[in-house]
């Protein structure tokens, strides 16, 4: 089975700051790996995705994360936040091979302040 | 444009109450898959389906039926067996199982609530 722990329930920062989501994983098989964001009263939109290769990957709005294998950790970041980016953010896995199954973790509201 | 397509946007149930959520693709996607959003707690898995004619259940779906008898076509129905039917329920769908790496793609939800 697998498991997604997201560290930060909210996380709050201003305008043009650095941020970082956490996300740790658990899981007994390979797996795949996704950041999707919320909007308000929406779906779920993919940021990026993590399948193999090179362990930073980026996404769209300017996110980026990178995969940390040995510490089964797969963090967001964005060096300088937008009033836009005020969103809930998901990290999800799904095993490789199989039923596309997503876990999710809890989700992080990201707060813009101006 | 391709996409999902879920309807209603907001839908509230009387108690004893059977409520059908409709969701529909036109992306061609082979597979399908129903959520539960609860504040705080994520999206958890309902049902999901593969192929036409044929689901499975997912991690909650107690109280829940689906059917799949149209590619396009994955409707959810919250039965009176459900007690505590108030979330938003999310429907999404992905290229199937020989896809795996794909992501799956979502509708904007219908929220359901307990009159």
């Keep these: ?114 | 444009d391709g996409g999902i397509t879920q309807s209603p946007k907001y839908l509230f149930r009387k108690e004893g109450q059977n409520v059908t959520l409709s969701c529909e693709q036109n992306l061609n996607h082979d597979a399908m898959y129903w959520y539960r959003q609860d504040p705080g707690q994520g999206l958890r898995l309902i049902y999901y389906s593969q192929i036409v004619n044929d689901f499975q259940k997912g991690d909650i779906a107690e109280g829940y039926s689906v059917s799949r008898e149209k590619k396009e076509s994955f409707p959810l129905t919250v039965t009176s067996a459900q007690k505590n039917p108030t979330a938003f329920y999310l429907c999404a769908s992905s290229m199937g199982v020989a896809y795996s790496n794909q992501p799956q793609h979502f509708g904007d939800g219908t929220r359901l609530s307990i009159l």
């Design chain 1, 1 to 114: 089975a697998q498991s997604v722990t997201q560290l930060d329930s909210q996380v709050p920062v201003f305008e043009e700051a650095p941020v970082e989501l956490r996300c740790n994983y658990s899981s007994s098989v390979s797996v795949y790996l996704f950041w999707y964001v919320q909007y308000p009263n929406q779906g779920l939109q993919l940021l990026l995705k993590y399948l193999s290769g090179s362990t930073l990957v980026k996404g769209i709005n300017g996110f980026e994360a990178e995969f940390n294998k040995s510490q089964t950790s797969f963090h967001l970041r964005k060096p300088s936040v937008h009033i836009s980016d005020t969103a809930e953010y998901f990290c999800a896995v799904s095993r490789r091979q199989g039923a596309q199954k997503l876990v999710f973790g809890q989700g992080t509201r990201l707060t813009i302040n101006p």
